[in-house]
């Protein structure tokens, strides 16, 4: 069983950055590929950015350019820098890992992003 605890959340001016952490334990990290979603209020979740265990990335379109995901294996953590951030980005960011190996889903509890105008 994994547990995932997202850290680095709060509230930001338009144009500010913020760095969420995802701290895993209970699993082999480097086996799971790792994601981060948003949910904004009366809105789906949405996937946001993803890191395969090569380091590959991928990018929803609307924060290409401006947030960045990164793996740190020997920390078992994965990172969300966002810079240039809209009032647009505000959202609850949940962390996500799904193991390669078995395909089990893991989330972590989710931790408040505002941008405010």
């Known amino acids: 069983q994994v547990q995932l605890v997202e850290s680095g959340g709060g509230l930001v001016q338009t144009g500010g950055s913020l760095r969420l952490s995802c701290a895993a334990s209970?699993?082999?990290?480097?086996?799971?590929?790792m994601y981060w979603h948003r949910q904004a209020p009366g809105k789906q979740r949405e996937l946001v950015a993803g890191?395969?265990?090569?380091?590959?990335?991928n990018y929803t379109d609307s924060v290409k350019g401006r947030f960045t995901i990164s793996r740190d294996n020997a920390k078992n953590t994965v990172y969300l820098q966002m810079n240039s951030l809209k009032p647009e980005d505000t959202a609850v960011y949940y962390c996500n890992a799904i193991s390669t190996w078995s395909k089990n889903n893991y989330w972590g509890q989710g931790t408040q992003v505002t941008v405010s105008s």
């Open positions: 890191i395969t265990v090569s380091g590959r990335t």
């Open positions: 209970g699993g082999v990290f480097s086996i799971y590929a």
